[in-house]
């Protein structure tokens, strides 16, 4: 067997696999190493530590979401579920014949560098392979940023990625903590099934509907004309409020940021069952008592079961921490791709912007590639003495989950011209 390679992706998700299509392309001698029994990533819901659950859909519509040269079939809806992309995925890697190089329920113990820098992989079984350099695609929504309160709790508290299905909520008051899009819809498995459901917030959110005039919301807005954003945020943020009307009026805190200045919340069903009692808005959680959860308001609720929407940790479990600067809880890297203390490595999938992953993601692994092929150059320099600015400008919260948030225009733009410098043709 062979056991040394130009590249070891580690992941077979969505990001791992463009990567693997790329280097197939370019004749490279590469492998995939993926822990699961199955290609796809999070969305293998039978897989330890994926954040799938039961009524998960994509929240990006298949018009615009697909990989590059394979369209979603045209029988999907226009947001897919969850058996439906992973399907899809396994469509992708099977059509590109990428199955043959990816080795699956192959876990990682880890990957240090020798003397002469390539990496050692240590496999689970012992099994040592080495490589010339090292993708990690292994994925940042399975390692759970856990919260806790003080004072004692009768009831279970749980982090959302071990949630799979709203019958884990019948005969209970469920409180959801935490307003991301996962959140967001297990408050709504929970407005239905459950004897009670309650959403905790700390801020007010914009609650964008997936479908705008008829059209999914990002073909609504990628067929309009293209405007600044400043523009974009005064039209989109006054569409929302004649949809929506005074978030307030739901128990909702006020919205304390202009929209787009953070992740897209696409749901506005929970709206619907707050409307109507099924879900009860409340604000931070003060402190555990017994049976009961204290607000900072200082309300009171009995509650059996919460449920902790609150985000990951962007986690490489198999490098020993060195190789990669952290900034604001979040990789710090050259393009959101690359570390900067390190020649031969690269992270794919760690990056947060409000648009479609899979094409932008091929987009990057162009480069990676080359890098990987010796073909770009000046990116090693540029790695280092290289700090764009991939904000677009654009003020963005300033939480932790916004570190590695970047305006997908100004990211796109600065990437072609980053490979444009370095001699690479973009769609080679």
């Not at 070891?8 to 001698?29: H, S, T």
């Not at 899979?358 to 080359?370: G, W």
């Not at 150059?377 to 904000?391: I, Y």
Request: charged letters at 20%; a negative charge.
């Amino acid at each position: 067997m062979n056991n040394k390679f130009d590249a070891v992706v580690v992941g077979a998700g969505p990001a791992g696999l463009v990567v693997a299509r790329r280097l197939k392309e370019q004749g490279l001698n590469y492998v995939v190493l993926e822990r699961n029994h199955s290609v796809g990533g999070i969305w293998n819901i039978d897989a330890p530590n994926t954040p799938m659950y039961d009524s998960a859909h994509f929240i990006s519509s298949k018009t615009l979401s697909a990989f590059p040269g394979y369209a979603m079939p045209d029988h999907y809806p226009d947001y897919p579920n969850h058996k439906q992309l992973l399907d899809y995925i396994k469509g992708y890697a099977e059509h590109f014949d990428l199955l043959a190089s990816i080795r699956l329920n192959t876990d990682v113990e880890s990957a240090d560098q020798d003397e002469t820098g390539s990496w050692v992989i240590k496999l689970a079984g012992g099994e040592v392979l080495t490589t010339k350099y090292l993708v990690c695609a292994n994925g940042v929504t399975w390692d759970p940023n856990t919260v806790s309160w003080s004072g004692e709790f009768d009831g279970e508290v749980q982090h959302s990625v071990k949630y799979k299905s709203s019958s884990e909520f019948t005969g209970k008051r469920v409180l959801i903590v935490g307003a991301g899009n996962s959140g967001v819809d297990i408050a709504c498995d929970a407005s239905f099934a459950a004897d009670q459901a309650f959403l905790s917030v700390r801020r007010g959110y914009h609650f964008v509907p997936k479908h705008l005039f008829g059209k999914p919301s990002d073909v609504f807005s990628e067929e309009g004309p293209k405007l600044p954003f400043f523009l974009q945020q005064k039209i989109f943020g006054g569409l929302l409020r004649l949809i929506n009307g005074d978030l307030t009026s739901y128990g909702l805190p006020k919205p304390d940021h202009k929209i787009f200045q953070t992740h897209p919340i696409m749901n506005t069903q929970i709206l619907h069952y707050l409307g109507h009692g099924d879900c009860i808005a409340k604000g931070d959680i003060d402190y555990l008592d017994g049976k009961e959860v204290v607000f900072k308001d200082g309300s009171r609720e009995q509650i059996d079961l919460i449920i902790t929407a609150t985000g990951y940790k962007h986690s490489v479990p198999f490098l020993n921490g060195e190789e990669i600067p952290i900034k604001n809880g979040r990789p710090d890297l050259y393009l959101n791709m690359f570390p900067r203390n390190c020649s031969n490595m690269a992270l794919i999938g760690f990056i947060e912007f409000a648009s479609a992953a899979y094409e932008n993601f091929d987009l990057m692994s162009e480069l990676i590639v080359a890098d990987i092929a010796g073909s770009a150059e000046g990116l090693a320099e540029m790695k280092k003495t290289h700090h764009p600015d991939l904000s677009g400008g654009h003020n963005y919260l300033n939480t932790e989950r916004n570190a590695n948030y970047v305006d997908v225009d100004t990211f796109l733009k600065t990437l072609s011209k980053v490979k444009a410098r370095t001699g690479i043709a973009s769609g080679v």
